[in-house]
Structures are given as structure tokens and as C-alpha cells.
């Protein structure tokens, strides 16, 4: 199924909750609202047409200071997704306002959905509601703040031991 | 100079000299840099020419601490930890830059040197060293072993 087929499809079982589409390069995105991701994740992989059976990527963008999306949300929560059996790809993205940072868990439709949205929390301070254990994956526990958002100091260390900069 | 003195000091320059060919050294490879450190072990550029052919992967066993590769903050402790087991007397090689300085990883996650946290005998600079550079980081070290250069 082409690129644009699949949009349809989406859009199709969607309706309202799928907020905008656009095509690069053949690769298509679909920019869904919060409250449609989980039955859009859900739809993609259980749908004969579309079977979405691989999680390839979840991670989220920081559009702080973005020329063009001064106003707009803060970040985007970002799904990959891939069918092993007929070989299409579709993008999806979801945006959230930094005050109001948090998205519903994939982790029932993918395992690899739980290590991935526990990265995003971890660099991008991007909760996930549901997750059955959202610790740090990368960074230690005494980390404090989140070092992929664009206002994190570049130059800020946080050492457990010897000198603090 | 007594005679006490003399024979001092002589056993001081034999124990320096056994010490300098028997470097039982403990790899603490964490990045690309340990291919180097293999590198140099093997038989083409073998250092056992220079008695420091025999790696233990016990500190309590080792002499010298070579750390090899990227260190984070989140496994500075535990180099700290491997380096105050190990028995006196001890040395310290910093392989490459990243050990040396951080290395072109200025960034929330990296060590920028391990000097900040455990005292080094011999910096070996590049990215990676080549083995030259390394072998001539251990003959200094050995300098400076045979020499009875040593913390306590």
C-alpha cells in the first residue's frame, strides 16, 4: 500500500483526531491528537490493510525557539512505524505544550515501546501515561533535568563524584 | 654516602628495574579505543616485549590501570572503585584523548578527564593512538616505574 493510501486509511478510522498530513521525500507523516495516538498505534497494527507489526522508532523533537513555531507546542512525540509483510512505512507525530507534557503509553501494543518512551522520558522529560515503570534508561537516577531539551545549558555537568562545573 | 645507603638505594634500582618488566596491567576498556589496546597486545606490535603481555582482569592483582575509552559520569564510580582495590604500588595510564581531556565529547554525560577523579601517571593523547604512541607511553611509564615514581 502506497504512502497516501495509507494516510487515507488512517484518516478514514480517525476522523477529527488526525489534525494534519504531509508528504516528503516519500515519506509520509501523520500529525494525530493525544487523545486518537493510542487508537491510532492500536488501528495501525491490528488492520489487515495496514499491519503496522514493527515499532521502529519513538522519540520526540524539540521545537523550542523554532523559527516558524514560536507559539505552536513545545515538542512532538514521534512513532515510526513498519510492516514486515507489506513492506510500507508511515509516520506519526503527536504535540504536546511543554506545561502539559505527557502522551498515553504504546507499551501494550509493542514491548519495545516500554525501553523507548523510558529514553524519551529521560532526555526529553516527556511523561508517559500508563507505563508500567517509567524510570531513566540512560542517565542515573540523580540526574536532574533533562539534557535533550533545547534549554538545557550545553555546558552543565552533573558528575556523581569528583569536581562539579 | 653510608653504606647503608648505598645498598639502599641499589635494591631501591633492582626492585625498580623487576617492577618496570613485570607491568600486570588491568584493561578498563569502555570504547572504540580498546581495538587499539588490542592492537598493540597482539603479536605484531606485542608488548610483552616489554613484560606487559599478561592483562588481569582482577584489580587486586594489577599493577597499572590502563582506561581505555570514553568515561561517563555514570561509570566514574565504579573506575573509582577498581582503581582504590587495587594494591599499592599502582600507576595509572590515561589512553586516549577522551581519558586525557573528554575528548571532543564536551556534553552533559562525559568525564572530562579522568584526573578529575583518580590521579594518572602517563597521558597517551590521540583518538585512537596508534600503538607507537601507546608503546611510547609505556616505555615512559616504565621510566618512571624503574625510577620508583609511586603514590601511597
Known amino acids: 500500500m502506497d504512502g497516501s493510501a495509507i494516510l487515507a486509511r488512517l484518516r478514514a478510522r480517525l476522523g477529527a483526531r488526525a489534525l494534519d498530513a504531509h508528504e516528503r521525500l516519500g515519506d509520509h507523516t501523520l500529525v494525530v491528537a493525544r487523545e486518537g495516538i493510542v487508537d491510532a498505534l492500536a488501528y495501525g497494527r ?91 534508561l540512560l542517565l542515573y537516577e540523580e540526574f536532574v533535568g533533562h539534557p535533550l531539551r533545547k534549554d538545557y545549558p550545553i555546558t552543565r555537568r552533573q558528575p556523581l563524584i569528583g569536581p562539579k562545573v | 654516602m653510608g653504606v647503608g645507603s648505598f645498598f639502599t638505594s641499589k635494591l631501591d634500582e633492582a626492585i625498580g628495574w623487576a617492577r618496570k618488566y613485570s607491568i600486570f596491567q588491568y584493561p578498563f576498556v569502555t570504547a572504540c579505543c580498546g581495538m587499539e589496546y588490542m592492537a598493540t597486545a597482539c603479536s605484531h606490535y606485542d608488548v610483552d616485549r616489554f613484560g606487559a603481555g599478561l592483562p588481569r582482569f582482577s584489580p587486586r592483582q594489577a599493577d597499572v590501570l590502563f582506561v581505555v575509552g570514553t568515561i561517563s559520569h555514570k561509570m566514574a564510580p565504579v573506575l573509582k572503585r577498581v582503581y582504590d582495590q587495587m594494591c599499592e604500588p599502582k600507576w595509572v595510564v590515561a589512553f586516549g584523548v577522551c581519558t586525557c581531556t573528554g575528548g571532543f565529547y564536551d556534553n552533559y554525560a562525559t568525564v572530562q578527564g579522568i584526573d578529575t577523579i583518580i590521579p594518572v601517571d602517563v597521558y597517551i593523547p590521540g583518538c585512537p593512538p596508534r600503538p607507537e604512541s601507546v608503546i611510547d607511553g609505556l616505555m615512559k611509564l616504565q621510566d618512571k616505574i624503574a625510577a620508583g615514581a609511586q603514590r601511597y
Not at chain 1, 525557539?65 to 512513532?79: A, I, Q
Not at chain 1, 507525530?93 to 514491548?111: G, H, I, N, Y
Not at chain 1, 519495545?112 to 507505563?131: C, Q, S, T
Open chain 1, 46 to 136: 491490528g488492520d489487515a490493510e495496514l499491519r503496522f507489526d514493527m515499532l521502529m522508532d519513538l522519540t520526540a523533537v524539540d521545537y523550542q525557539k523554532f523559527p516558524g513555531r514560536e507559539d505552536g507546542p513545545r515538542f512532538d512525540v514521534v512513532y515510526h512505524l513498519y510492516s514486515i509483510p507489506h513492506n510500507h512505512r508511515v509516520r506519526l507525530k503527536v504535540q504536546v505544550e511543554e506545561d502539559d507534557a505527557w502522551v498515553p503509553t504504546a507499551t501494550s501494543l509493542w514491548p519495545i515501546a516500554n525501553w523507548l518512551e523510558r529514553e524519551v522520558w529521560d532526555m526529553f522529560g516527556i511523561r508517559f501515561e500508563g507505563h508500567p515503570d517509567l524510570r531513566r
